[in-house]
């Protein structure tokens, strides 16, 4: 079992920046592929970014590409996503997710095992 603990949400200017964190627990964190995706009110749940057991891989949405970095960092079980240039449509619950089947990406929430409880991100215009 894996749990997951996002963290780093908050109220911000359009044009800003917020870095969300995704804490794990477990020791094989490192062989799992982590998915970042958000849900704003009333819209369903779409895809964010992506990254693989290693880092070596990323792949983002159109919408965030240029804007949104995914980052790992396997020694503390943490995925980060930094978010430059903030806009509001990118007001959301943000979540990180697990995919424990595969070291490899997926856009597919249905790819994830495990997914976190969401943190807020509200983007002022």
């Known amino acids: 079992q894996v749990q997951l603990v996002e963290s780093g949400g908050g109220l911000v200017q359009a044009g800003g920046s917020l870095r969300l964190s995704c804490a794990a627990s477990g020791r094989t964190f490192g062989s799992y592929a982590m998915g970042w995706f958000r849900q704003a009110p009333g819209k369903e749940r779409e895809f964010v970014a992506t990254?693989?057991?290693?880092?070596?891989?990323?792949y983002y949405a159109d919408s965030v590409k240029g804007r949104f970095t995914v980052s790992r960092d396997n020694a503390k079980n943490t995925v980060y996503l930094q978010m430059n240039s903030l806009k509001p449509e990118d007001t959301a619950v943000y979540y990180c997710?697990?995919?424990?089947?595969?070291?490899?990406?997926?856009?597919?929430?249905?790819?994830?095992?495990?997914w976190g409880q969401g943190t807020q991100v509200t983007v002022s215009s």
């Open positions: 997710a697990a995919r424990s089947r595969s070291l490899l990406t997926s856009t597919s929430g249905e790819a994830y095992d495990y």
């Open positions: 990254i693989s057991w290693n880092g070596g891989s990323t």
